[in-house]
Every structure is written in structure tokens, then in C-alpha cells.
């Protein structure tokens, strides 16, 4: 309708790249974990747009690992152009299935081991 890309689906794919990540590398099953990441906090910065019949390629890293919580860092590119269309970062919380409180003793060790493989240490000015 815009010719371009609506905001919603950036947020769609953003979250859809960080829940794979989680599926395929972390062994998260959803529907039978005893924990999750409860989303707590998100925002998108819009650079360019991005329009049919354009092919997106998405960037995901982890800026910061607390105990029970991630900040996670996603960007969209058009393929084939090195400038990024737009930036995410979304939080999660773990949180007990059960009580939907953040998680006594952080989560899980195997799910921070791999979510320790995506962290990007950035130098301090």
C-alpha cells in the first residue's frame, strides 16, 4: 500500500531471528519449557526502507548478558547492500513457566552458553 515494508513486520522477523536462534541453537521448546523469555522491553530505528520484490537478510548479536535477562541486537539489510535498513533491540526476562517471575538462580547454564557465543564486547571510548 506504502511501497515499503510496514513497521510490524520488521518487529515480526526480528522476533522470528531470535526465536530460532533460541530453537535451533539453545534446544528451547516453547510449548513444554520450564522457562522463557518474557519480552520486556523493544524499539526499531528506520534508516531506509526496504520494498517488494527486495530480499531481507537479517543480523542478530547479543549487547548485554545479565543473570536472567538478554539485550538482543538485530539489524535488516536489503541483499546485496552493505547499509543497514533498520536496528532492533529487544530484552527478554526469563521467567519461571509457573510464576512468570524472573528466575531465582538465571537461566538456564546451556541456554547462556550459547547465547555467550553471540555477545559483542564493544570497546569503550
Not at 44 to 50: E, G, L, Q
Not at 57 to 66: D, M, S
Request: proline residues 4%.
Amino acid at each position: 500500500m506504502y511501497d515499503h515494508m510496514n513497521n510490524s513486520v520488521y518487529n515480526f522477523l526480528f522476533d522470528s531471528i531470535i526465536n530460532a536462534y533460541l530453537i535451533d541453537n539453545c534446544g528451547l521448546h516453547p510449548p513444554t519449557a520450564s522457562q522463557f523469555g518474557m519480552c520486556v522491553h523493544t524499539h526499531t530505528d528506520y534508516f531506509s526502507s526496504i520494498a517488494y520484490p527486495a530480499v531481507a537478510e537479517l543480523a542478530l548479536r547479543v549487547n548485554k548478558l545479565g543473570r536472567s535477562s538478554v539485550t538482543y541486537e538485530t539489524a535488516l539489510f536489503e541483499k546485496g547492500v552493505d547499509e543497514v535498513k533498520a536496528v532492533g533491540e529487544f530484552v527478554q526476562v526469563y521467567v519461571d513457566r509457573e510464576t512468570n517471575r524472573p528466575l531465582k538462580d538465571g537461566m538456564a547454564q546451556t541456554l547462556r552458553q550459547e547465547l555467550e557465543k553471540l555477545v559483542v564486547v564493544k570497546p569503550k571510548l
